[in-house]
C-alpha cells in the first residue's frame, strides 16, 4: 500500500486529513504534502496513523520511506516491508 492510501484510510477514520494532521501531531499542509508523495511523514506520525488503523508500524514507515528514497537498494528493502 501506498503512502496515500493509508493517509486517505486514516483520514476516513478520523473525518479528514485536516482532523487527521492534528491527530497524529502534524502540520496538514505538510501532511496534504506528504499525501501527495512530495515528502515523507516523520516517524511519530506514522506511529501514530499505525495506532489508529491497527496496522504494523513499519509498513507506514516503509511507505513514508519509498516517497524520498532515491537508492535502489534502500528502494528495495522499503518495498518488501511495506
Known sequence: MELRDYIENG???IGSVTALAKEIGM???LL??????KRGMPGHACV???????VDPICIIAASELVTE???ERIALWQRLS
Open 70 to 72: 532515491k537508492h535502489q
Open 32 to 37: 496534504y504534502k506528504a499525501k501527495a508523495h
Open 11 to 13: 483520514a476516513k477514520e
Open 27 to 29: 502540520l496538514p499542509d
Open 48 to 54: 501514530s496513523l499505525s495506532a489508529i488503523l491497527k
